[in-house]
Each structure stands twice: as structure tokens, then as C-alpha cells.
């Protein structure tokens, strides 16, 4: 009887295929009744919500008109760990790192334009975004601006030669509060664009985006000595005037055209406020004997707007 069982079994297996066994293409339709879920999802858990990076340089090989000296632009974090860098977190003020992966659901579509959509969506219990402390950097060639390289949770590193620091961002680096329960999404689409941008903001609000008001940006002067540093010291906080809504992302786009980079907006953005605050040019409590009676240099206060708003903003990036 067994023999019976595997010879039906072998007969089977090698009967000619006939159009009533050919296999069949599935869409979208179809496989989400078989799998529950249409196209691709994939997740990704940041360990500890944290984006964590050396240098990121962006290189000029052959210099400016007329010249051919190489040159980067390097943004470099204070401090090289696991813990640096750029952070997530879930709540407003506090350390708790958000337990939500990042979200990407891809999926194409056929015909005479055929493209590749992805949904990105940050976190959904992500509430604040924090870029730790870091500068920039403006360096000869095309090297590291180290010595040697950084080791993740080593020393700091030892700046080379060549190297020149142009922006120090201080101790709280930069903060972006995202309004509670509206997660960032992205849409992309490569090919055909059927949305009309190569990538679309679908949701998303901020609070504010601020900077530490104890430790400021500075812009550092080539005129800085070592007992005194030059530099252009300021606060920055940009603040949403509508706190129940923020100012919502849904809207702003960007785009690879033949005008290089293009990012913008449709319509007016909502109203935000903006101070830059205790503004210092120079050293701040130098003074000149003899001149204005030996008067400290300090701060000349704050400048802002309140309830501004842009309309159909657009920014074009480019090489020459």
C-alpha cells in the first residue's frame, strides 16, 4: 500500500504542466488577501535612538574659479560615542529614548511610468529630536580633519594641520520639539512622481527648534587668539505661534532637478516666532584703555519677528 502512495505521489510530481498549473503574477490585490499587507515593510531599531557619526565632509576636488586646491566642509560631533550625535527621544524634557523603530513601507507600481513609492515615517512616540553638541569645520584636502581616527567612545581626536574652525554649537547643540501625537512621515518617489515632488512631507508638526541659551552658536573669528577668541556669539529660538497646531510640515517638498537641490513649500507656512538672542560680536568683557572710557564689550541684546509666515518658499542648492 505505501508503494501505491509513493508511486501516485511520482506520477504526480513529474505530470506534464498544463495552463491550468501555470503559475500567475500577483498585485497589490492579491497579496494582501494572501499575506494581509501590501508591498514591503521594513523597521528599523536605532540602538540606543541614536544616529551616531565620526565626520560628515562635503568635498570640493578642484577649489574655486581660478584656483585648484581641494577643501571639505566637515561637521564633526564634540564627542565620538554611542550615545552622541543625533538622538531620538519620547518626551519633551526628559532622557527616555523613544521604543518605536523607524518605519518604511515600500511598494512599486507598473504601467507606462512605473515607480517605487516609500512611506517613511520617523517614530510614532518620538517627541523630541536632539543634535548633540558638534562644529564645523573648513579643512585643506580631502583627508580626515584628525590625526588619527576617532574611536567610538575614545578620546576626542586631535585636529590636523590645515584644519580651521568655523561654527561652534555648545553644550545642549540643537533641540527640535515635535508636536505630541502627529508622527513625521515622509513619501518618496523615485521614477515617475506621481505626488509631483521627488519627496513629500505627509505629517508632522514642530514646537520649537532652539539652542542652549547659556552656551551659544558661535561663528568664530580667524582673528582668535588663544587667551582671547573672536567670535559672533548668539542664541537661536524658533518657536511656532500656534501652539495647539505648530508649525506643520505636510506640504514643504524637495526635489533633483536641472537646478540641483530644490526644497520649498506650496502656499504660506504656518506662523512662527524667531529671537536670536544675547548677541555678542568679539570677546565678550574686552575693553580698550582709553577708548570710551574703557567700556566691556557685551551683549547687544535680541532681534526677532513675531507671527511670521513665508509663502511659496523655495531654496535652490547648487555647485558652480
Avoid: C
Amino acid at each position: 500500500m505505501m508503494n501505491k502512495y509513493v508511486q501516485s505521489i511520482l506520477l504526480i510530481a513529474f505530470l506534464p504542466i498544463s495552463n491550468s498549473w501555470a503559475l500567475q503574477a500577483l498585485d497589490d490585490a492579491d497579496l494582501a488577501q494572501q499575506t494581509g499587507q501590501d508591498g514591503v515593510t521594513i523597521d528599523i531599531k536605532l540602538p540606543n535612538s541614536t544616529i551616531t557619526f565620526s565626520e560628515a565632509a562635503l568635498i570640493d576636488t578642484d577649489g574655486m574659479t581660478g584656483a585648484s586646491n581641494s577643501a571639505s566642509l566637515v561637521i564633526a560631533p564634540k564627542t565620538y560615542n554611542s550615545t552622541q550625535g543625533i538622538r531620538l527621544f519620547s518626551d519633551a524634557t526628559g532622557t527616555s529614548i523613544t521604543a518605536q523603530p523607524i518605519s518604511i513601507k515600500l511598494d512599486t507600481d507598473g504601467g507606462a511610468n512605473p515607480l517605487l513609492n516609500a512611506e517613511i515615517a520617523l517614530p510614532t512616540d518620538m517627541r523630541r529630536l536632539k543634535i548633540n553638541p558638534f562644529s564645523v569645520y573648513l579643512a585643506t584636502g580631502e583627508t580626515s580633519i584628525y590625526n588619527s581616527p576617532r574611536v567610538l567612545g575614545g578620546a576626542a581626536g586631535t585636529l590636523r594641520a590645515g584644519v580651521t574652525e568655523l561654527i561652534r554649537f555648545g553644550t545642549d547643540g540643537i533641540e527640535v520639539l515635535f508636536k505630541e501625537n502627529d508622527p513625521v512621515k515622509i513619501n518618496l518617489q523615485l521614477g515617475a512622481e506621481s505626488q509631483g515632488h521627488m519627496f513629500v512631507f505627509t505629517g508632522g508638526s514642530i514646537s520649537h527648534i532652539k539652542t542652549s541659551s547659556t552656551d551659544p552658536i558661535q561663528i568664530i573669528s580667524n582673528n582668535s587668539t588663544a587667551t582671547g577668541e573672536s567670535s559672533l556669539k548668539l542664541n537661536l529660538n524658533l518657536t511656532a505661534s500656534n501652539a495647539a497646531t505648530g508649525i506643520r510640515l505636510a506640504g514643504f517638498y524637495g526635489d533633483i532637478n536641472d537646478q540641483g537641490l530644490t526644497f520649498g513649500k506650496v502656499g504660506a507656512t504656518d506662523k512662527f516666532d524667531l529671537v536670536i538672542g544675547n548677541i555678542v560680536a568679539g570677546a565678550e568683557g574686552a575693553q580698550a584703555a582709553g577708548t570710551f572710557s574703557g567700556l566691556k564689550n557685551g551683549s547687544m541684546g535680541n532681534i526677532g519677528v513675531v507671527g511670521a509666515s513665508v509663502t511659496n518658499l523655495k531654496v535652490n542648492v547648487k555647485g558652480l
